[in-house]
């Protein structure tokens, strides 16, 4: 994947002011953008999926420019074949799991009828194994469940691109690891690019070729997860150390 993103937005509430103000290249097929709560990534990947626009620069995804303020060019989130996958899933609390499913496959604006399941979107139901819970309305199912389920409506369009935003954030330890490592095996079947955002260092160490820091609206740093791991286990080992000696 080629990602050209080159953005400035000026934010601004009656108590602060926050400079978004990314560049970033790269070829890389899985990329994360790893930051602190509140250092832009939200900001990023939203515009990038076009639910928010910068006030100048660009953004380029293999060689479709998405937007372009110079140019005029800003194409609307449908335009650009991305999926997005929510924080919280994003999924209709009144329509059952085959309606959320089927929800972007439809034509005009009635919701999807509980009986209609397009054959797009019957794949990813046998992949996600979620036939049993077709008739369930998000309420009644689980959390990996409804990251599934997200999962299945995301790719059933066919996208370009998955953005992720903290997928794992809202599942309890046992089923992030797992989750991880489905998403990972998923990443790598599909072969679909995908941009994560993410404050967890495991997510963009299993989930990305390529990890860029974040902070106050800026890439700061780039790094291999590799490069991350080994980071990280060297200050959890001199945390260890640091402990131990006020221990004493
Ligand atoms: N409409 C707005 N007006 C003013 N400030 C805003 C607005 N939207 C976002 N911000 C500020 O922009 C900053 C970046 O927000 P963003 O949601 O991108 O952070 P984040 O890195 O995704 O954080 P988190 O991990 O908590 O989701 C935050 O400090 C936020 O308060």
Not at 44 to 61: E, K, N, R
Not at 156 to 164: D, E, R, W
Not at 183 to 192: C, H, T
Request: a positive charge; glycine letters at 6%; aromatic letters at 6%.
């Amino acid at each position: 994947m080629a990602v050209s993103i080159h953005i400035q937005r000026s934010l601004s509430s009656a108590t602060r002011q926050f400079e978004l103000n990314i560049q970033l290249d790269s070829q890389a097929q899985r990329i994360a953008l790893f930051g602190p709560s509140g250092s832009g990534k939200t900001l990023t990947i939203q515009a990038v999926s076009g639910l928010m626009t910068p006030d100048q620069g660009s953004i380029v995804v293999n060689d479709t420019l998405l937007f372009c303020s110079q140019k005029g060019v800003n194409l609307s989130p449908q335009q650009r074949h991305l999926a997005y996958l929510l924080q919280d899933y994003g999924l209709f609390p009144h329509l059952t799991v085959a309606q959320n499913i089927s929800f972007g496959l439809r034509k005009g604006w009635l919701n999807p009828s509980k009986k209609w399941v397009p054959a797009q979107a019957k794949k990813w139901i046998d992949a996600f194994e979620l036939t049993p819970i077709l008739g369930n309305y998000p309420g009644e199912i689980s959390g990996g469940q409804k990251q599934r389920t997200a999962l299945a409506r995301a790719l059933a369009v066919n996208p370009s691109m998955l953005l992720l935003d903290e997928p794992l954030a809202a599942l309890d330890i046992n089923l992030r690891v797992k989750m991880r490592q489905e998403l990972s095996a998923l990443q790598k079947r599909l072969g679909i690019p995908s941009i994560i955002i993410t404050h967890d260092p495991e997510d963009a160490i299993v989930l990305a070729d390529e990890v860029y820091r974040i902070a106050d609206g800026r890439i700061v740093g780039r790094c291999t997860p590799a490069e991350l791991n080994h980071e990280i286990q060297r200050s959890s080992e001199q945390l260890l150390v640091d402990l131990q000696k006020t221990s004493h």
